[in-house]
């Protein structure tokens, strides 16, 4: 059988570990060709073309990125982009496609499925917003990488008695910011499911410091918003499947943690670091796993089904399933393990 296999949105650590499994399962096991699309669905668009193979993939499993390359191009915001893509399958003989991603190139693979295109999804975000499965590979590296940080920082604030406010990203949740910020023992979580008050946090900056504390770390999800405020965007622009550029929270909470409370203040944001870097232990398997599972569906003929972690047991659900609506940040956990730390709105 001859496979493909994309890699789209933003990059992710554990890329390479999925495009590894599905190669060498797929060429070992069941004697596939696989190629790989070059830089998500442009590539599929375009037809540009890398052959794959077991050999070829040995040695990636611990590189951060993807050996493939990714865009944000979608099929479906471009004028006769779908029937591309189905017209380089055909040219190429594909009879069978593997799309890792996140909600907008999953979202792009299930459209194609209901056309009628043999495609299969792997689960992919640091983000960890996906529906029905329980954790996308990428956000354990993320996390990891950002309590890191907030341990660094936290030294240097209690060394000048600084506030240190740490901008990771998430888009339109906070898993990050939440994980991050219990294991880092922040004083305050903002995240955007939680719409936060600004005088009631500087309030709570206060006292803690006056408990024989001289420094505090507040992690704020870039898509985190004050109750009567607006989410910060850097631009207007937005990308093909409509986002804005998220990004500037964390300037604005730094700026009014000083102004309210005469505390130094210093911003830091972790950006794409989060993303970059070799993956951890856990994505390393996690991704291997989904890789596994995505070719054995392909030959199980499971089109239009991805690949997702439920009680620690990959299964198979609906594309549709895990796209189209971001999965929030528990409440309870919130709640239970920083409600000491957040308040929560009535």
């Known amino acids: 059988m001859r496979v493909g296999i994309l890699t789209g949105g933003g990059d992710c650590p554990g890329l390479n570990a999925v495009i590894r499994a599905v190669v060498t399962k797929g060429e070992r096991q069941y004697g596939d060709e696989v190629v790989g699309f070059r830089n998500g669905w442009a590539g599929v668009m375009e037809g540009d073309v890398m052959p794959l193979s077991a050999e070829r993939c040995r040695d990636i499993l611990p590189l951060g990125g993807t050996i493939l390359g990714t865009s944000r191009a979608n099929p479906y915001a471009i ?32 459209q194609l499925a209901r056309e009628g295109v043999p495609v299969v999804g792997v689960p992919k975000t ?73 005088a009631a946090v500087c309030d709570r900056l206060r006292a803690h410091h006056g408990r024989d504390v001289s420094a505090s770390v507040v992690v704020a999800a870039e898509g985190a918003r004050p109750r009567d405020g607006e989410i910060v965007v850097q631009s207007d622009q937005r990308d093909a499947f409509g986002h804005a550029r998220l990004g500037g929270v964390g300037r604005v909470v730094a700026d009014e943690i000083e102004a309210r ?85 009535d």
């Open 79 to 110: 004028e006769g982009g779908a029937q591309a893509v189905r017209a380089t399958l055909e040219r190429e003989a594909v009879e069978a496609l593997v799309a890792v991603g996140g909600d907008d190139t999953l979202g792009v693979a299930g």
């Open 126 to 198: 640091i983000d960890n917003d996906l529906g029905v499965t329980e954790l996308t590979f990428g956000f354990h590296t993320a996390v990891q990488t950002a309590t890191e940080a907030i341990d660094r920082l936290r030294t240097t604030a209690e060394s000048h008695h600084r506030v240190m406010v740490v901008e990771v990203m998430g888009r339109d949740t906070g898993w990050i910011a939440t994980y991050a910020g219990i294991a880092g023992g922040a004083a305050e979580i903002l995240i955007p499911e939680e719409p936060f008050d600004m």
């Open 261 to 345: 409370t005469g505390f130094e203040t210093r911003l830091t944001v972790l950006g794409h670091v989060q993303r970059g870097g070799t993956p951890t232990a856990f994505d390393r398997v996690l991704a291997t796993r989904f890789g596994i599972a995505a070719i054995d569906a392909v030959h199980d003929g499971h089109s239009g089904k991805a690949a997702v972690l439920q009680a620690n047991q990959i299964r198979l659900a609906p594309l549709e399933d895990l796209t189209g609506k971001a999965k929030l940040v528990d409440r309870d956990l919130y709640e239970t393990v920083a409600g000491a730390l957040v308040s929560f709105p």
